[in-house]
């Protein structure tokens, strides 16, 4: 679980510049916008891997605002991430 979580934290920074206008908290709200709506871990996994060559953004390089939009969407990917692995196959 404990890669997992780290798995999910460097895919929210790496989502975070997917979209050149938008902020890396806005990016990383629509990453978890996007993983919460799947039905499965193929879905979740396939939103994860599109972000995989976006590593630039560095955490501690964001805003207060933006670190707290970060934080926040993190923790509903987890959660979605945690339900939909628990989930009858």
Avoid: H, N, W, Y
Avoid at 5 to 17: I, Q
Avoid at 50 to 64: H, I, R
Wanted: hydrophobic fraction near 40%.
């Amino acid at each position: 679980m404990k890669t997992l979580m780290g798995m999910l934290t460097a895919t929210l920074l790496l989502a975070a510049t997917a979209c050149g206008s938008s902020s890396p908290g806005d990016k990383a709200t629509d990453v978890a916008d996007q993983i919460c709506a799947c039905k499965d871990m193929t879905c979740a996994s396939k939103v994860l891997d599109s972000a995989k060559d976006l590593d630039k953004v560095k955490e501690k390089d964001l805003s207060k605002d933006e670190a707290a939009k970060f934080e926040k969407a993190g923790d509903r990917i987890r959660e979605c991430m945690t339900k939909l692995a628990a989930a009858p196959k």
